[in-house]
């Protein structure tokens, strides 16, 4: 067994439980205060709602699967690429996760009253962030949930974390043209001349 081994396999599992009881808590508080939602999933059965849905049951997946692993061996059922389960591999993928959580409470707070989850259909809640982060990149909330995603595959290279980095960067980049589209519409030639000046990543 690897030295690191049992340190990344508990972190993993506390980790996503943190994450999951700080969004919990965060989207509470803000509606007790706001009292609308910040969570938003879209009309039905439209792009938006599935990329939601698609979230939501893979972040729930990881979550129970590192909570599990913490207890149990299951690495065989997560088809395990013994060839990646490296030591200095699995520290990259912690530190790339402490890297995206950094990145994304940063982020989050630097958006204060403009952040959301989804698109939000009242338009008139919210202002076109141009500056600071969003000055270099017209998603670098996404780009910091990437980043997580692969430090999630590297900290446990497996079938299963591969296939989530898979999925949840296209489904990632899916939400970023849906959430583009949407901002077009609501901030019309202020978005276009922003669009034209920021990439949509780098």
Not at 20 to 47: D, E, K, W
Not at 110 to 130: A, N, V
Not at 146 to 161: E, H, I, K
Request: include cysteine; proline fraction near 2%; charged fraction near 15%.
């Amino acid at each position: 067994m690897l030295l690191i081994e049992p340190l990344v396999r508990h972190f993993l599992g506390i980790f996503f439980l943190m994450i999951g009881l700080q969004f919990a808590g965060r989207t509470l508080g803000l509606y007790a205060r706001l009292q609308f939602s910040h969570i938003n999933y879209g009309v039905r059965g439209s792009a938006p709602w599935w990329h939601r849905h698609t979230f939501n049951v893979f972040r729930a997946a990881i979550l129970g699967v590192c909570m599990a692993r913490i207890f149990v061996d299951i690495d065989s059922w997560l088809g395990v690429f013994n060839s990646l389960y490296q030591g200095w591999i699995l520290l990259v993928g912690m530190v790339l996760l402490l890297a995206s959580y950094s990145a994304v409470n940063y982020l989050q707070a630097y958006m204060h009253e403009e952040w959301r989850s989804g698109i939000d259909s009242h338009g008139d809640r919210q202002k076109l962030l141009t500056s600071g982060p969003f000055a270099r990149s017209r998603n670098p909330l996404f780009l910091a949930v990437m980043t997580g995603q692969l430090g999630f595959f590297l900290a446990l290279p497996s079938v299963f974390s591969l296939v989530c980095l898979v999925v949840g960067v296209a489904v990632i980049m899916r939400q970023a043209r849906e959430e583009e589209k949407a901002l077009a519409r609501q901030f019309g030639k202020a978005y276009d001349d922003y669009r034209a000046r920021v990439r949509r990543w780098f």
